[in-house]
Every structure is written in C-alpha cells, then in structure tokens.
C-alpha cells in the first residue's frame, strides 16, 4: 500500500523559503514518476512540479520556474521541494503524489496514481 506523508509547510514572508519533504513508501522512485501539486483557495488544484522515473527529468510549472527545485533521495524514499523567493500567489496546500506512469506529466492531475494528505504553505505579505 502506498502511503505519501508530506512535512515542512508553514507561515513565512514574502520573499522567504521553505522545504517541503514528502517520506514515501509501498513503492519505487525508479518505477513512477513523483511530484507535488497544490491547491490554493478558490483554485483548481495545480501541477507544480515532477520528477521522471525513466531518466530523472524534472518538470516545473510555469508560475514556479526559477524559484522552485525538486529533488529526491531514492535510497530514503523522500522527495523535496526547495521552495524559494516565495510569493503571496504560493499560498496553497501541497500535495505529494505519485503518478501512475513513468514520465512527468503534472498538466492534469489525472495520472495521480496517490495522494498525500497535504501540507499547508502560508506566505504573508
């Protein structure tokens, strides 16, 4: 069984940063592709970014590029998110997820295979 357990979400001020960590387990970073989603309120839930399990290709949204950094460390079963220079439109609750398929695709979250409960990311203005 596949449980996603996701640590590291707070209150920081613009500008700041925060890691989140997501420990994995009943599965294998080398068989799925993993990453993070978010929902901010009001929002379709979104794709942030993603690592591939076929050659470790990692993808990033749009709002997040340059700021953001995926990682992970197989041996541990834990993912990272590196979150930088953070803004206001960063407040949401991040999602780790495993995806059902080996190459990223976080355009849609139908691929999602699990879900982690979440953790909530606050920056104030």
């Known amino acids: 069984e596949v449980h996603l357990v996701e640590s590291g979400g707070g209150l920081v001020q613009v500008g700041g940063s925060l890691r989140l960590s997501c420990a994995a387990s009943g599965f294998s970073f080398d068989d799925f592709a993993i990453g993070w989603f978010r929902r901010a309120p009001g929002k379709e839930r979104e794709g942030v970014s993603c690592?591939?399990?076929?050659?470790?290709?990692?993808v990033y949204g749009d709002p997040v590029k340059g700021r953001f950094t995926i990682s992970s460390d197989n041996a541990r079963s834990t993912m990272y998110l590196q979150m930088n220079s953070l803004k206001p439109e960063d407040t949401a609750h991040y999602y780790c997820?495993?995806?059902?398929?080996?190459?990223?695709?976080?355009?849609?979250?139908?691929?999602?295979?699990?879900w982690g409960r979440g953790t909530q990311v606050t920056v104030s203005s």
């Open positions: 690592i591939s399990a076929s050659d470790g290709t990692t």
């Open positions: 997820a495993v995806l059902n398929i080996r190459v990223c695709n976080i355009a849609t979250p139908l691929w999602v295979g699990s």
